[in-house]
């Protein structure tokens, strides 16, 4: 029995032993934040954005850039990584990797044969975002210097999950999201918009950090509608914000309504949402139900509202639900008539509930869904009207 004792500890230790033979030293990697893929006439760009080692590793790096740029050119993405050792003397290494830019092109033509290392490559975390550059190259995007954040694709990747939380028209996408649409039927995916604005050259260089309007910015702009992994159109902020609502995305937001009197107009912080969709089969046809439940406090207020009066906050409560429902209502309607693309996922609603029925639709769902009766109701409920109740009247504080 020792002896059996004696061999299972020696085994164990070998497999502690043998269990990092595949580790990697920190300084024989070029970690990666960004990557950008741009589609060339050769082929594919890819651009990476590293740390600087020196920036990584102590302070003696001070006064050189935190990060550097790196790319290159060839026939396939994962030849283009590797090449990169050309010019770079350690291998690109994408575990922390926080932002994936592709450009529009690559998006149009269909975007799973420029992902498909990402997804395959073991090294690779999918928990980072992925944006598409609308108006310029993921080269150029990755380029400019940020005045916030050292790293300029961290400044990307925190500027989005941002305004996910607080502003609602733009979704933090990963990449293992799209994964699972790609795998699932009944709902396309989404892939957010970023916009280049100003002189993307000055914004290369340290003036764009060493002033108070930076030459060249980004913004994030539109939620990107795609069919079977293709982009085939952009939704604007509006219709992008009930793409949220519908999916149950919103965290907190805020909106204008003219006020009763229509002289003005107020606007409410959304607090706390939460959404149903109920799938529905009408005369052998699918329809649904999407019930949503808001919580908002009035934020803003430009016109005269007595707001201790009972009936003028039902009336504020009133005009706010009923801009929330034409708002959503507008949304679904703009994405079935002019993309016919299930990207709220009711297709996958009706998979769950109805699967017989479901089998007989979908080979031809997107015109199902692009014809289906979608009746939205909102629940609105006002849980506060801030420090002051009433907005302050000149004259009355004199």
């Not at 690109?92 to 690559?106: G, P, Q, T, V």
């Not at 002033?211 to 990107?224: C, M, N, R, T």
């Not at 529905?280 to 016109?303: H, T």
Request: one cysteine or more.
């Amino acid at each position: 029995m020792r002896k059996i004792g004696i061999l299972c500890i020696a085994f164990i230790m070998a497999l502690s032993i043998t269990g990092c033979w595949s580790r990697k030293e920190l300084n024989e990697l070029a970690v990666t934040i960004g990557l950008g893929i741009d589609k060339t006439e050769k082929g594919y760009r890819i651009t990476a954005q590293v740390v600087a080692p020196r920036q990584a590793g102590s302070s003696s790096g001070a006064g050189s850039p935190p990060a550097l740029i790196m790319s290159t050119e060839e026939k396939t993405v994962m030849e283009a990584l590797r090449k990169m050792t050309t010019k770079l003397p350690r291998k690109i290494y994408l575990s922390h990797l926080s932002i994936l830019l592709i450009d529009e092109a690559i998006a149009r033509d269909g975007v799973l044969n420029a992902l498909d290392f990402v997804f395959r490559d073991h090294e690779v975390r999918p928990n980072f975002d992925v944006v598409i550059v609308r108006n310029g190259s993921a080269q150029d995007a990755l380029s400019i210097l940020t005045p916030l954040e050292q790293m300029p694709a961290r400044d990307m990747f925190d500027s989005l999950n941002e305004s996910e939380k607080v502003w609602a028209p733009t979704a933090a996408v990963t990449l293992l999201d799209l994964m699972k649409w790609f795998n699932t039927e009944g709902q396309q995916a989404v892939i957010t918009g970023l916009k280049l604005v100003g002189d993307v050259e000055k914004g290369k260089g340290k003036d764009n950090i060493a002033v108070l309007d930076s030459p060249a910015k980004f913004e994030y702009s539109g939620i990107g509608v795609m069919k079977d992994q293709v982009l085939v159109g952009w939704l604007n902020d509006s219709d992008s914000k009930a793409y949220n609502y519908v999916t149950g995305k919103v965290k907190s937001t805020v909106g204008k309504v003219e006020c009763p009197d229509k002289e003005g107009q107020f606007v409410m912080e959304l607090v706390h949402s939460e959404t149903k969709i109920i799938p529905l089969i009408r005369n052998e046809k699918p329809a649904a139900s999407v019930e949503i439940s808001v919580e908002a406090n009035i934020a803003e207020v430009e016109c005269k509202l007595n707001l201790n009066d009972r009936k003028v906050l039902e009336q504020v409560k009133e005009l706010s639900g009923q801009k929330t429902k034409e708002l959503i209502d507008h949304g679904i309607k703009e994405v079935q008539h002019r993309y016919a693309s299930d990207i709220f996922g009711f297709g996958q609603k009706f998979h769950q509930k109805y699967p017989k029925q479901w089998k007989k639709w979908r080979q031809e769902w997107d015109h199902y869904f692009s014809e289906m009766d979608v009746e939205v109701t909102v629940k609105y409920e006002i849980k506060g009207r801030g420090r002051i109740v009433n907005p302050i009247q000149k004259g009355l504080v004199e």
